[in-house]
């Protein structure tokens, strides 16, 4: 529905807290389309992130540039941070905002496989992406030279050094959300393809937008240790299945989240060597089963299993990396079930066998007939009966111990 006229201006607000990837690019598009359907004056995104992938941030800046609804990107609230791609967003934005105590830069490309880029590759993607910003910048009127230095040499601002560069990177630092809309009232505000629209907030309504619970869910396993955790958990659970097969639940559990694992995976930036450690460490526990190796295949899982964790996300952002705090339980916990496992299997091969011809070896039972010395009678042992020889002469009803089998044969001794 489009607002009417003499009717109060209606503001879209939209918070992004957490790393850039499809599913929050699906978010944010989504909310410019709800904002344009609506006649919106105004869309406001609050952004806290420490980036993300180049591929999700030129998605939503394509979207931005074509929305009939001004958006307005405001990096808020104190503390927060639009790092990488949060940076390129604040920079595309019709009104770029800032609240005291935040930074916004250091935009410099990484690659997302975690893999080291040659130094070609890595120029190629620097200038690709500091061009990108570069015309952003400029056609909005921004800080050309000090948005490439965002990304060339990973220069960072606070939200003073933004505002007071000439030209600056930034147009407004407000406290909160109010305060940003009491200044952008009667502000007119060129758009991307250089028309002016004059923005009216006054007494406005505010129509906040929030993600589906779909989005959420997947928003939460793509972080880097929500991710960490479900593959983790996938690794365990097929281990315990492997060392039990039939157990049923642990593979179902584990087979679950080694594919909610490779969704999240595919959004981070994963280093494959620390990867490929992880599923080593993981081959060799299971090697356990076959090999007898007094321990040593379980010692070098588990240290492929540290060292892996420790190298399987590969960012300069501590957002984007398995924090050591929950790596360290979670190696403790696969110490803990491996060596149950291993000690109920040690526990297994000590016992004595219980079924089959071996197991009839030590069981008593009791003498049905006569049993002369060098002649066979009949004894019952386990509700079945058996022909029986013995060394001695046993009465009926004597109790016997079954000493060895011989085809179909007993031979026992008096109990």
């Not at 598009?29 to 999700?56: H, I, K």
């Amino acid at each position: 529905m489009l607002a009417g006229a003499g009717s109060p201006p209606v503001v879209y607000t939209a918070a992004l807290d957490g790393i850039v990837h499809p599913v929050t690019a699906e978010f944010m598009m989504g909310a410019m389309d709800r904002a344009d359907r609506a006649g919106a004056s105004l869309l406001v995104f609050t952004l806290d992130t420490p980036g993300g992938l180049v591929e999700s941030t030129r998605a939503i800046v394509s979207r931005m540039l074509r929305a009939s609804t001004p958006v307005v990107v405001f990096v808020a609230p104190a503390g927060a941070r639009a790092a990488s791609a949060g940076f390129i967003l604040t920079i595309a934005a019709d009104v770029a905002a800032m609240a005291p105590g935040t930074h916004i830069g250091a935009a410099h490309p990484v690659s997302g496989s975690g893999a080291t880029l040659d130094d070609t590759s890595a120029k190629k993607a620097e200038e690709d992406v500091a061009a990108y910003v570069r015309s952003l910048a400029s056609e909005r009127g921004r800080n050309v030279v000090l948005s490439g230095e965002a990304v060339t040499e990973s220069k960072a601002f606070t939200e003073r050094e933004a505002r007071q560069a000439s030209p600056p990177l930034v147009d407004i630092i407000a406290a909160d959300l109010p305060d940003l809309l009491r200044q952008l009232d009667g502000r007119a505000v060129r758009r991307f393809d250089g028309t002016t629209t004059v923005v009216h907030t006054a007494g406005a309504t505010m129509v906040p937008v929030e993600m589906t619970w779909r989005q959420k869910a997947l928003s939460l396993i793509a972080r880097p240790d929500v991710a960490y955790g479900l593959l983790s958990l996938g690794m365990l659970g097929l281990t315990i299945e492997l060392w039990n097969p039939g157990a049923i639940l642990p593979g179902v559990v584990g087979g679950v989240s080694l594919l909610l694992a490779s969704f999240a995976l595919q959004l981070l930036p994963v280093n494959y060597a620390g990867l490929g450690l992880m599923l080593f460490g993981l081959l060799l526990l299971v090697l356990e089963l076959k090999v007898t190796s007094y321990g040593l295949l379980t010692v070098g899982g588990l240290v492929s299993l540290v060292f892996g964790s420790l190298m399987l996300m590969d960012s300069p952002s501590p957002e984007m990396r398995v924090s050591l705090s929950l790596v360290l339980p979670m190696v403790a916990g696969f110490v803990a079930v491996t060596g149950l496992l291993i000690r109920l299997a040690v526990t297994a091969q000590r016992q004595a066998p219980a079924t089959g011809s071996a197991g009839m070896i030590g069981q008593v039972g009791e003498a049905v007939t006569p049993i002369e010395l060098g002649a066979v009678g009949q004894i019952r042992v386990h509700g079945e009966l058996w022909r029986a020889r013995a060394p001695e002469a046993i009465s009926p009803g004597g109790r016997v111990r079954v000493l060895q089998i011989d085809g179909l044969t007993l031979t026992v001794a008096k109990e």
